[in-house]
């Protein structure tokens, strides 16, 4: 591996206990599957964002989930595919990748359709579709392979990820899909190779 043996990936960690907290909190005051429960603690209401300028549902929905399969889903993602993204990057800019995806795929969701449909949403599918964009640039700009990932293997799990958003209601899917553009462009803002890979790159020969 090539990205970083000695970085530990705790922000991963201290975003899934984030998760996990504020879901078992809305279970224990109330339930995390009634909307306007969900609304009144920070759920997304394109309406309440735009004319009553709440703007921090942008952020808050990140971190609300709809139900135990919700979370469980999105919490395993982020699990599975987080670390290999925060020790190649480093954890200050995953963090960033990570939230500015989230925020961005709100925004996005939000000005394309969140008016005219007048959904109450919540997530952090965005966020986690964006972590995923920015691995696929990262494992795209080492030559296809990190680690034990491939490009091959990215591209199934988004193709698989997309198609069941597809076929399912209630799915946020333009937040999946913009969560995943600005992954790979904050990707390609934030991350640079290791040099010492490149140099080795650029002075290995073979002999015949």
Same mark, same amino acid.
């Given at each position: 591996?090539? /990205?970083?043996?000695?970085?530990?990936?705790?922000?991963?960690?201290?975003?899934?206990?984030?998760?996990?907290?504020?879901?078992?909190?809305?279970?224990? @005051?109330?339930?995390?599957?009634?909307?306007?429960?969900? /609304?009144?603690?920070?759920?997304?209401?394109?309406?309440?964002?735009?004319?009553?300028?709440?703007?921090?549902?942008?952020?808050?929905?990140?971190?609300?989930?709809?139900?135990?399969?919700?979370?469980?889903?999105?919490?395993? @993602?982020?699990?599975?595919?987080?670390?290999?993204?925060?020790?190649?990057?480093?954890?200050?800019? /995953?963090?960033?990748?990570?939230?500015?995806?989230?925020?961005?795929?709100?925004?996005?969701?939000?000005?394309?359709?969140?008016?005219?449909?007048?959904?109450?949403?919540?997530?952090?599918?965005?966020?986690?579709?964006?972590?995923?964009?920015?691995?696929?640039?990262?494992?795209?700009?080492?030559?296809?392979?990190?680690?034990?990932?491939?490009?091959?293997?990215?591209?199934?799990?988004?193709?698989?990820?997309?198609?069941?958003?597809?076929?399912?209601?209630?799915?946020?899917?333009?937040?999946?899909?913009?969560?995943?553009?600005?992954?790979?462009?904050?990707?390609?803002?934030?991350?640079?190779?290791?040099?010492?890979?490149?140099?080795?790159?650029?002075?290995?020969?073979?002999?015949?």
């Amino acid at each position: 591996m090539e /990205y970083g043996f000695g970085k530990k990936s705790y922000v991963t960690g201290i975003l899934i206990a984030i998760n996990v907290i504020v879901f078992l909190y809305l279970e224990i @005051v109330g339930s995390s599957e009634d909307v306007y429960f969900m /609304y009144e603690k920070g759920a997304m209401f394109a309406p309440a964002v735009l004319f009553e300028k709440e703007y921090y549902r942008l952020v808050t929905a990140m971190f609300m989930h709809f139900g135990i399969n919700h979370i469980i889903n999105n919490m395993i @993602v982020l699990f599975a595919l987080g670390d290999h993204l925060e020790r190649a990057m480093g954890h200050v800019k /995953y963090l960033i990748l990570y939230l500015a995806c989230g925020i961005g795929s709100n925004w996005i969701s939000m000005m394309v359709d969140g008016v005219s449909s007048g959904a109450v949403s919540a997530g952090a599918s965005g966020a986690i579709f964006g972590m995923v964009g920015g691995l696929l640039y990262v494992v795209l700009a080492n030559k296809g392979r990190l680690g034990n990932l491939n490009a091959r293997q990215l591209f199934t799990m988004i193709a698989l990820s997309l198609y069941l958003g597809f076929t399912e209601s209630g799915v946020d899917n333009i937040a999946h899909i913009s969560g995943l553009i600005l992954g790979m462009i904050f990707g390609l803002i934030l991350y640079r190779r290791p040099k010492r890979y490149e140099d080795r790159e650029e002075n290995s020969y073979e002999r015949y």
